[in-house]
């Protein structure tokens, strides 16, 4: 589950990023929603009343603080984080799983793939030595847009949330069914 969902992100990410640089850039969160304070303005407006609004906003600044403390500069941190480690515990837990091996291929060429769009095409005007990772940014700022759930909100769903949930969901599963497999190959004559 977890490769698949890599490549289907990635698929996604490339084609949302395909479309001009304005479109899901007007409503509320821009650039600078990501170079502010936690949470921006915009988050605050929107969820800053909703219980759980604190725990998500400290879950967040929490992770985010995680990958600022690495020896590297934080755009490093997260090429290890997201593009190293995920796919570590993805290629575990399709092991667990017993993906067919299109899957591995298809998560690695995805990723490999938006890695380098991202790196030749942004042409913002932040560092182009990490083109890539401001190409995530202005992606999560336009989704995050689109759905109305803000930058810092679609930062919480994806990276806090949705990632970890599905690893540990997929890791769970994937040793559910080498369990499965290991007590029928050990009940049959």
Known sequence: MTLRCIACMSIFMVVLMTLPETWGMETPCDRNCYSGTLPCSHAVERFGAMPGFALANDLTIYVISLLKQSPGSYQFANLIA???????????????????????????????????????????????????????????????NLLGVTYHGLCFLLFIVAIHGVLLIDFANGVRKRLTLSEEANSEP
């Open 82 to 144: 997201y593009f190293v480690l995920l796919p570590a515990v993805a290629v575990l837990n399709g092991w667990l799983g017993k993906e067919r091996w299109y899957w591995y291929a298809a998560a690695l060429t995805t990723m490999v793939l938006m890695l380098l769009i991202g790196h030749l095409t942004w042409t913002g005007t932040w560092s182009p030595a990490f083109n890539w990772y401001y190409y995530c940014v202005d992606f999560c700022i336009r989704l995050g």
